[in-house]
């Protein structure tokens, strides 16, 4: 973060948060979790951010790059399973069940999805999360005097804020099931959606409101049970070390520019700025 920061100061005002930031933090913590050499980091980023665009013009760049990305880690997780080291993807090479170990295909997506979602959703939350409170002078200058408040507010963050566009994966129904008086049946198609599960008024007292002083929420960012996202820790250090540091650092830090001139993503799954520009 230092680093980073210091680098961003030494560049001048204004600094781009995204650029300066939220793109490199997450893309070089998972790197180092999965040991992948620096000088191929910016190519594996740029597979997963063309592999999430989801115009139709960009439809054949897409299969193309998750192709590209495919080859990579195929390579990659062979050589670390013949030649184990200290890290995630050696890890779970030689990882065992009894006699049962991870196949070569099931190893190669592991390694894609761990770096995928490593990097391309914290960098995008750590974004939304900075634009939240850069727009919000009253819970900004809240949690610059009670530093030790930000664990409880990011979580009401994370439940405010979502970071995705629509509604996620699809499920199929195995059986039939009644929910809220609507019968599912075998084999309907449903979509689960944990954006209005966090906005859901029975569980949540003023669920369209964000308030930094909500106790703990419980709520569905992370995913829940089974499928609740297996680097939830990783994200949650990532996001507290950034904005903490940010608020230690920059205790003027504002937007160099209106918040209704900033452009968002308009062409991934992903909701987040794609620049922001600060002063400070």
Same mark, same amino acid.
């Given at each position: 973060m230092d680093e980073l920061l210091d680098r961003m100061v030494e560049n001048g005002a204004p600094g781009d948060l995204m650029e300066n930031l939220a793109?490199? &933090?997450? &893309?070089?913590t998972i790197c180092e979790v999965l040991d992948i050499p620096e000088g191929?980091?910016?190519? &594996?980023?740029?597979?997963a951010r063309t592999?999430?665009?989801t115009s139709l013009a960009n439809k054949d760049n897409a299969i193309r790059a998750k192709a590209d990305m495919r080859e990579y880690f195929t390579e990659l997780t062979a050589r670390r399973r013949r030649d184990p080291g200290d890290d995630l993807i050696s890890a779970l090479a030689t990882a065992r069940v009894g006699d049962e170990v991870l196949d070569a295909k099931e190893l190669t997506v592991m390694a894609m999805v761990l770096l995928i979602t490593g990097q391309d959703t914290t960098t995008y939350q750590i974004g939304n999360l900075s634009y939240t409170l850069l727009t919000r002078p009253k819970d900004l200058a809240m949690l610059r005097e009670r530093p030790e408040a930000l664990p409880q507010a990011m979580e009401e963050m994370l439940r405010f804020i979502p970071f995705r566009k629509g509604v996620g994966i699809p499920r199929v129904a195995l059986e039939d099931v009644e929910l809220s008086g609507v019968t599912i049946r075998a084999g309907d198609i449903v979509h689960v959606s944990y954006l209005t599960a966090n906005r859901d008024s029975e569980k949540f007292e003023r669920p369209d409101e964000l308030d930094l002083s909500r106790e703990a929420t419980g709520h569905m960012t992370f995913g829940w049970g089974a499928h609740h996202c297996l680097g939830a820790p990783l994200a949650l250090t990532e996001l507290q070390v950034a904005l903490s540091t940010l608020l230690q650092r920059f205790p003027d830090l504002k937007l160099a520019k209106p918040a209704e001139e900033l452009r968002w993503n308009t062409t991934a799954i992903w909701r987040y700025p794609l620049a922001l520009p600060v002063v400070w």
């Open positions: 793109s490199p &933090l997450p &893309l070089t191929e980091r910016a190519q &594996l980023r740029g597979y592999m999430m665009n």
